[in-house]
């Protein structure tokens, strides 16, 4: 089956440190997306990436970081320096990075900071 | 002002009921359109593509109104299992495949 899984489903941090969500997919899209959920907020965009090797920042990119050495791999990084880490966050993809193509999403992963 | 709003509902509605949901977008060069489902504590998953001429598939119909910058979701004959959180999300014009996404509209069918 195709398709984007994400892990742990659910993941506690300490203050402080910092913790790494993965995202695969089997899909052979080009682009991937992060986003962040908060109760009564629409997604925000964390970090995109339209090709393997290049990303680019999205609306709330501080204290997060990425890679995407893989193009089946894009996990994100929440550092120390997130405030406010706690949130449900999503991991999407695309055919490709330009026009109106569908972004599929993965089950997402529950962090909360203890 | 919010680039996408959208009443937060809830909506109870009893089964077989229709509904109607509207949202309001800010940005007049925005190009596609889109209503999202998402159920609780799940990821959100396309419902339809929203087009100029309106368009429909089976008990919904979505409406776009680009001098209003409104964008509807008409469900008809409501089932138990429509219950869930309704997401408008823009396209804005420009280069890559950026979303812009609503709150939501959470919507409970009962019996």
């Known amino acids: 089956d195709g398709g984007i899984t994400q892990s742990p489903k659910y993941l506690f941090r300490k203050e402080g440190q910092n913790v790494t969500l993965s995202c695969e997919q089997n899909l052979n899209h080009d682009a991937m997306y992060w986003y962040r959920q908060d109760p009564g907020q629409g997604l925000r965009l964390i970090y995109y990436?339209?090709?393997?090797?290049?990303?680019q920042k999205g609306d709330i990119a501080e204290g997060y970081s990425v890679s995407r050495e893989k193009k089946e791999s894009f996990p994100l990084t929440v550092t120390s320096a997130q405030k406010n880490p706690t949130a449900f966050y999503l991991c999407?993809?695309?055919?490709?990075?330009?026009?109106?193509?569908?972004?599929?999403f993965g089950p997402g992963t529950r962090l909360t900071v203890l | 002002r919010k680039e996408v709003e959208q009443d937060p509902g809830p909506f109870n509605v009893p089964e077989g009921a229709t509904v109607a949901f509207n949202c309001t977008y800010s940005?007049?060069?925005?190009?596609?359109f889109f209503w999202y489902r998402q159920d609780c504590r799940k990821e959100p998953k396309l419902l339809m593509s929203v087009y100029s001429s309106g368009n429909e598939d089976g008990r919904f119909t979505a409406q776009l109104n680009r001098a209003s910058q409104y964008i509807s979701l008409l469900i008809r004959d409501s089932k138990l299992s429509d219950s869930a959180t309704y997401l408008c999300?823009?396209?804005?014009?420009?280069?890559?495949?950026?979303?812009?996404f609503g709150a939501g509209t959470r919507l409970a069918v009962h019996p």
């Open positions: 999300v823009v396209r804005p014009s420009g280069g890559y495949n950026k979303l812009i």
């Open positions: 940005n007049s060069a925005s190009q596609s």
């Open positions: 999407a993809s695309s055919i490709a990075g330009g026009g109106g193509n569908e972004q599929f």
């Open positions: 990436s339209q090709i393997v090797n290049d990303f």
